[in-house]
Nanobody, 126 residues
Framework: QVQLVESGGGSVQAGGSLRLSCVVS????????IAWFRQVPGKEREFVAAISPSGGTTRYSDSVKGRFTIPRDYAKNTRYLQMNSLKPEDTAVYYCAAEGSFYYTDYNSPRRYSYWGQGTQVTVSS
């Protein structure tokens, strides 16, 4: 019943910015931790960022820390991933994921998230 839909992907030049959206339906938005992962063909799905249901806790991978942000402000049923200073190595399909609780020790594991979006392509050109 819970569905996630990502949007906002596209093609940008290196150094540019992009904002991805994750719309959650089927349950109260505030009940879910939201995480972002990315994946390129032939490689494992990689953790990017996560936020607790209240927005009080955020986590970022070392590769994106200081460049990507999950803003604490959000639309009624939407979380965002603000991506700045984009690099070609950020090129991937980006997925949002949701879970009913936030796991402080293994939030970076895809297996912790029950609901997934369809993915949105981000391409960064040099």
């Amino acid at each position: 019943q819970v569905q996630l839909v990502e949007s906002g992907g596209g093609s940008v030049q290196a150094g540019g910015s992009l904002r991805l959206s994750c719309v959650v339906s089927g349950r109260a938005f505030s009940a879910y931790a939201i995480a972002w992962f990315r994946q390129v063909p032939g490689k494992e799905r990689e953790f990017v960022a996560a936020i607790s249901p209240s927005g009080g806790t955020t986590r970022y991978s070392d590769s994106v820390k200081g460049r990507f942000t999950i803003p604490r402000d959000y639309a009624k049923n939407t979380r965002y991933l603000q991506m700045n200073s984009l690099k070609p190595e950020d090129t991937a399909v980006y997925y949002c994921a949701a879970e009913g609780s936030f796991y402080y020790t293994d939030y970076n594991s895809p297996r912790r998230y029950s609901y997934w979006g369809q993915g949105t392509q981000v391409t960064v050109s040099s």
